[in-house]
């Protein structure tokens, strides 16, 4: 049986393309003001959603059970900044990009790499070990890049 995941992956090579695409949104965002924050956010979809060189079923249950992992949070975090709004008069919660798209983008990206730099020894199966192995610097790099573009969106967003 084919292995799926809860939403269809474009093939590997969308990851570095929307690395660079992120890269010159927050160059660009730096540069000049929020307009290339969607741009930024474009990149960051396309990394979330390109398969991994070699897609196997170790790596299709993590991304599957961070993306209920994120799904979860995003819902909490959104249900508790709503729920804060109706019950203090004086918190008045401002809808940004940043929260409806960045946050959850960037988390999920996040938290997936770090499950896989972690998870080497959760499954016998030598394909995810020998991955892991074999891509630890570029998991490392894509977690770097991702971190960075957090810190700078929200310096952008909020500062």
């Given at each position: 049986?084919?292995p799926?995941?809860?939403?269809?992956?474009?093939?590997?090579?969308?990851?570095?393309?929307g690395?660079?695409?992120?890269?010159a949104?927050v160059i660009?965002l730096?540069?000049?003001?929020?307009?290339?924050e969607?741009?930024v956010?474009?990149?960051?979809?396309?990394?979330?959603?390109?398969?991994?060189?070699?897609?196997d079923?170790?790596?299709?249950?993590?991304?599957n059970?961070?993306f209920?992992?994120?799904?979860?949070?995003?819902?909490?975090?959104?249900?508790?900044l709503?729920?804060?709004e109706?019950?203090?008069?004086s918190?008045v919660?401002?809808p940004?990009?940043?929260?409806y798209?960045?946050?959850?983008?960037?988390?999920?990206?996040?938290?997936f790499?770090?499950?896989?730099?972690?998870?080497?020894?959760?499954?016998s199966?030598?394909?995810?070990?020998?991955?892991?192995?074999?891509?630890?610097?570029?998991y490392l790099?894509?977690?770097?890049?991702?971190v960075?573009?957090?810190v700078?969106?929200i310096?952008?967003?909020?500062?």
């Amino acid at each position: 049986m084919k292995p799926t995941t809860y939403f269809p992956l474009y093939p590997s090579v969308f990851k570095y393309i929307g690395g660079l695409i992120s890269l010159a949104g927050v160059i660009l965002l730096v540069i000049s003001n929020r307009e290339f924050e969607l741009l930024v956010y474009l990149g960051l979809l396309l990394i979330a959603f390109s398969r991994e060189k070699s897609e196997d079923q170790p790596i299709i249950n993590a991304r599957n059970d961070v993306f209920k992992t994120v799904l979860g949070i995003y819902l909490s975090v959104m249900l508790a900044l709503n729920l804060v709004e109706i019950l203090s008069p004086s918190f008045v919660f401002i809808p940004e990009p940043l929260v409806y798209i960045g946050f959850p983008l960037m988390l999920y990206l996040i938290v997936f790499y770090l499950s896989l730099l972690f998870k080497v020894n959760l499954d016998s199966s030598v394909s995810i070990g020998e991955n892991i192995q074999n891509h630890r610097g570029l998991y490392l790099i894509w977690l770097l890049v991702v971190v960075i573009v957090a810190v700078v969106l929200i310096a952008v967003v909020f500062f």
